[in-house]
């Protein structure tokens, strides 16, 4: 199993959640967060007229998805989050994936794939 962490623009969510439905994924946690990368919270814009010049960083919203996935649906997913939700600027997002050794369903106790 892996464990899907995908930081997006808000704007791309519902994108987001119909791709993992169409995946089949039983579930998902979702946080509004706030946050920057490496263009440090500015736009593509301000980035280029201020080049070479100290700024402070600036968070900027951002929707973080969590979803845990068997590894047989992860390349599928991890392409179609490729083609749909680039956009072309820089602040596009970041996905992490992550091993997970088990997990069990609270209710019932099944464990593995099974418990997802």
Do not use: Y
Not at 8 to 15: D, G
Not at 34 to 45: K, L, P, V
Not at 92 to 108: C, P, Q, V, Y
């Amino acid at each position: 199993m892996k464990e899907l962490v995908i930081i997006i623009r808000p704007e791309k969510l519902e994108t987001v959640k119909s791709i993992l439905d169409d995946a089949g994924c039983g579930g998902m946690s979702i946080s509004n967060v706030m946050g920057c990368g490496t263009q440090r919270g500015m736009t593509e814009d301000s980035v280029n007229l201020i080049k070479g010049f100290k700024t402070t960083i600036n968070l900027l919203p951002k929707i973080r998805v969590e979803v845990v996935v068997p590894d047989k649906k992860v390349d599928g997913i991890i392409a179609d989050l490729r083609e749909r939700i680039p956009t072309g600027h820089v602040g596009d997002g970041k996905l992490f994936i992550r091993n997970i050794e088990d997990a069990m369903r609270l209710r019932t106790g099944e464990r593995g794939d099974k418990a997802l």
